[in-house]
């Protein structure tokens, strides 16, 4: 059996690729502050992207993009501030955008929600 910390990593290397075919650039992984933990922090265009990974091999208990309920997007947005105020990137154009990724992960489905929340 996999256990679920590796089965996420795996999910969010996948996620990293998918956006980087789509254009955006790496910053940074697990960006961990004392607020929370974002799971990718992208480039795209002119904005920041914080990026929150799910993965749900089935829909059997509920989709990945419903698990983001209101707590989670609270602790994203003080974690991205405060990688903002880090970074001295007060004047910086943001999102925040949920990427699924869906079934087996060795053939995974992707589904890309931009500007989430």
Same mark, same amino acid.
């Not at 650039?25 to 961990?32: A, D, G, I, S």
């Not at 609270?74 to 990137?89: G, Q, S």
């Not at 079934?103 to 053939?107: A, I, P, S």
């Given at each position: 059996?996999? =256990?679920?910390?590796?089965?996420?990593?795996r999910a969010e290397k996948l996620a990293a690729k998918y956006l980087i075919n789509n254009r955006l650039?790496? @910053?940074? =992984?697990?960006?961990?502050c004392k607020l929370g933990e974002i $799971? @990718? %922090?992208m480039q795209h265009a002119d904005s920041l992207v914080f990026v929150e990974v799910r993965h749900r091999k089935s829909q059997k208990f509920g989709g &990945? @993009?419903?698990s983001v309920g209101h707590q989670k997007q609270? =602790?994203?947005?003080? &974690?991205?501030?405060?990688?903002? %105020?880090?970074? =001295?990137? !007060? $004047?910086c154009a943001a999102r925040? $955008?949920? @990427?699924?990724v869906n079934? !087996?992960? !060795?053939?995974p489905?992707?589904?890309?929600?931009? !500007? &989430?929340?």
């Open positions: 059996m996999i =256990k679920t910390g590796i089965l996420g990593s650039t790496l @910053l940074e =992984k697990n960006y961990r $799971d @990718l %922090v &990945a @993009l419903e609270v =602790k994203l947005r003080r &974690a991205a501030e405060h990688y903002l %105020v880090h970074h =001295k990137l !007060n $004047d925040f $955008d949920i @990427l699924c079934g !087996n992960l !060795n053939n489905e992707y589904h890309w929600v931009k !500007n &989430a929340f």
